[in-house]
C-alpha cells in the first residue's frame, strides 16, 4: 500500500507572491496563506482566531502567470502536496528544516476589483415524485 500525500486548505495571502527562477530557469512562486484556528482562551473563555502561517510553492509557467494575482489579503484555496526540507543555515552553522505545500491547484475566493461577489445557486424547487414518474419502476415491482 502507498502513503497518500494531499492537503487542501483555504485561507488569506500573508504577503504578495514572490517570482524567482532556479538555475535551470525554472519559475517559482513563493507565498504564504495564513490559515485561522479557533481555540478557546482558558482565562476568559471567549473563542478567538490563531493564524497558522502555512508556506506554500508553485513551480513551472503557472507560477508566472499567476504571481501577478497572488496578492496579499486575497482568500484562496490551495491543494497540493506536502514537502519537508533541511539544510544548514550558511551564517549560523544550524541546521532548519521547513514543511511546506507545493500547489497542484490554486483557486481564487475573493472576486476581483469590479466584479460581484459569487451568488449561491438558487435553491431547486421541491418536487414530490410519484411512482409513475419513475420510469424502471413498474418493472418486476408487482404492477
Not at 23 to 43: I, L, Q, T
Not at 90 to 108: A, H, M, P
Amino acid at each position: 500500500m502507498s502513503d497518500i500525500n494531499i492537503t487542501c486548505l483555504t485561507g488569506r495571502l500573508a504577503r504578495d507572491a514572490e517570482l524567482r527562477q532556479t538555475a535551470s530557469g525554472m519559475d517559482v512562486a513563493s507565498f504564504c496563506v495564513a490559515v485561522n484556528e479557533r481555540v478557546k482562551d482558558k482565562g476568559s473563555g471567549e473563542w478567538t482566531d490563531r493564524p497558522n502561517w502555512i508556506a506554500c510553492t508553485m513551480f513551472g509557467a503557472r507560477a508566472e502567470a499567476l504571481s501577478r494575482f497572488l496578492a496579499k489579503g486575497s482568500k484562496v484555496a490551495v491543494s497540493g502536496r506536502l514537502h519537508y526540507s533541511s539544510w544548514e543555515d550558511g551564517q549560523t552553522g544550524q541546521k532548519r528544516s521547513k514543511v511546506e505545500v507545493v500547489v497542484d491547484e490554486i483557486e481564487f475566493l475573493t472576486p476581483r476589483d469590479g466584479e460581484a461577489p459569487p451568488q449561491r445557486p438558487a435553491e431547486p424547487a421541491k418536487t414530490t415524485a410519484y411512482d409513475e414518474d419513475i420510469p424502471f419502476y413498474g418493472a418486476g415491482h408487482g404492477t
